[in-house]
């Protein structure tokens, strides 16, 4: 079973800043926070990931709360393009990917 | 460029027919695996390979071969297809490195009839 729990359906006005939730309330002290998409059917895309730290890279960023316990994923000015199923995965190095049920962005014109 | 590809995208055959989809990559991962993604079950493992000839079974390998002769090969067989093996399939591989991200190749569509 995943190891997170996310909403099934968000919705964004475009331009807006989308904010994705995610829960990992058993994550261990060696797991990762990752954050995928999936665009149609199209191979899941990488996003962004962290340990402790919020990081920021050229497409997203991302908060983890000081008990690690959940996480939100930030795309600052969402476009049309955004539209997809989004994967917050926790996963240790050589871990195989679990995926959830994710949440299926629409951001809306 | 940074890549897993796949081979074919998309494919169409008869129920019992040998096939292999291919997936290779370019960036030394040791690591590598087969996923399968069907609508409402979402993406499941089906077989994974830690290094040069060391596989293991994911959640869903019944009806599924994989071998691991080369570090950036890691092709997914299918000695006897059947319906229920129609799907979405997705290669992935990454680093043993901690904090490192996996990379999925674009899919091959199997249809099986």
């Known amino acids: 079973d995943a190891k997170t729990t996310q909403p099934p359906s968000m919705d964004c006005a475009e331009g807006r800043a989308a904010n994705l939730p995610c829960n990992h309330s058993t994550i261990s002290g060696n797991e990762y926070v990752y954050w995928y998409r999936q665009i149609h059917s199209q191979g899941p895309q990488y996003i962004i990931h962290g340990l402790k730290n919020n990081e920021t890279n050229e497409m997203a960023s991302l908060i983890i709360t000081e008990d690690r316990k959940s996480s939100t994923l930030i795309l600052p000015h969402a476009t049309l393009r955004d539209t997809a199923v989004y994967y917050c995965i926790v996963r240790a190095s050589y871990d195989k990917v679990i995926f959830g049920p994710g949440t299926s962005l629409s951001v809306i014109p | 460029e940074a890549q897993v590809t796949q081979n074919p995208r998309y494919l169409i055959t008869v129920t019992g027919k040998k096939l292999t989809v291919t997936c290779s990559q370019n960036?030394?991962?040791?690591?590598m695996s087969w996923y399968r993604q069907d609508p409402g079950l979402g993406l499941r493992q089906i077989y994974y390979?830690?290094?040069?000839?060391?596989?293991d079974k994911g959640d869903v390998p019944e009806g599924y071969k994989v071998s691991r002769k080369e570090k950036r090969n890691f092709p997914l067989i299918l000695e006897s297809p059947s319906p229920n093996q129609t799907s979405l399939y997705f290669c992935a591989s990454s680093s043993r490195d901690r904090g490192t991200e996996a990379f999925f190749g674009q899919g091959t569509r199997l249809t099986v009839v």
């Open positions: 960036m030394n991962h040791e690591y």
């Open positions: 390979s830690m290094n040069v000839e060391v596989t």
